[in-house]
């Protein structure tokens, strides 16, 4: 069992929540972990890269010199991949890089990286976080009040809050989320979870709810 220190927005702690690590993953597999981020930053691949073969490059097809007697390697036209100018070898083609892991293995993953921010002291618990309006000053405030200043974060919400992303889009290195958008890529990413009470209720309720199939994806 994880004993959590909850603080309020002036950095100063309020309390404590009281979670165990295997209520979210009773285990974590690195390579689940590692698959899971390959997957995503594959999908993320714009895979619209594509090179020039000879047939496709400017340049005559004629011999540059004869076969033999002027001492130089045998050379056919200027197009060849090995000279500069010429076309590649194995072009490269535009590809779609995507695929999906099983829908019960990225959610697993989700679970387990935020079990492992859990279980390193990477989690930041809030007692609570709402602005009336988008206000960045008072969002880099708190940020720096919690000593995440200058640090990657990703702030985990119950759900979506449009004056706390807005606060918080212009903050170099800090991203919002609601906890239904969590994934593994997201959760590791940044070296910070910022996470507030509410939203760690939501991530436990998530997983009491579907425990056989998984919290977040």
Do not use: C, W
């Not at 919002?176 to 593994?184: E, G, K, R, S, T």
């Amino acid at each position: 069992m994880a004993s959590l220190a909850v603080y309020n927005r002036q950095g100063q702690e309020v309390g404590s929540y009281e979670l165990d690590p295997a209520e979210i993953a009773p285990r974590v597999s690195k390579q689940l972990l590692h698959d899971a981020v390959l997957m995503y930053q594959s999908n993320a691949r714009q895979g619209t890269v594509r090179t020039r073969t000879r047939g496709e490059v400017a340049g005559s097809t004629k011999k540059m010199y004869r076969q033999k007697g002027t001492g130089n390697a045998r050379a056919g036209g200027r197009r060849s991949g090995v000279r500069r100018g010429g076309g590649h070898i194995f072009a490269i083609r535009p590809r779609d890089y995507s695929y999906r892991m099983p829908k019960k293995a990225v959610r697993l993953a989700t679970r387990m990286a935020i079990a492992s921010r859990i279980i390193d002291g990477e989690v930041v618990v809030l007692d609570e976080l709402s602005l009336p309006a988008p206000r960045t000053k008072e969002m880099a405030a708190i940020l720096k009040a919690l000593r995440l200043q200058g640090v990657s974060t990703l702030v985990a919400l119950p759900e979506l809050d449009a004056n706390v992303y807005k606060s918080a889009r212009n903050i170099e290195g800090v991203t919002v989320a609601p906890v239904a958008d969590l994934n593994a890529l997201s959760v590791l990413r940044p070296r910070r979870l910022l996470v507030t009470r509410s939203a760690l209720d939501v991530i436990r309720q998530r997983v009491a709810a579907d425990r056989g199939v998984g919290v977040v994806g």
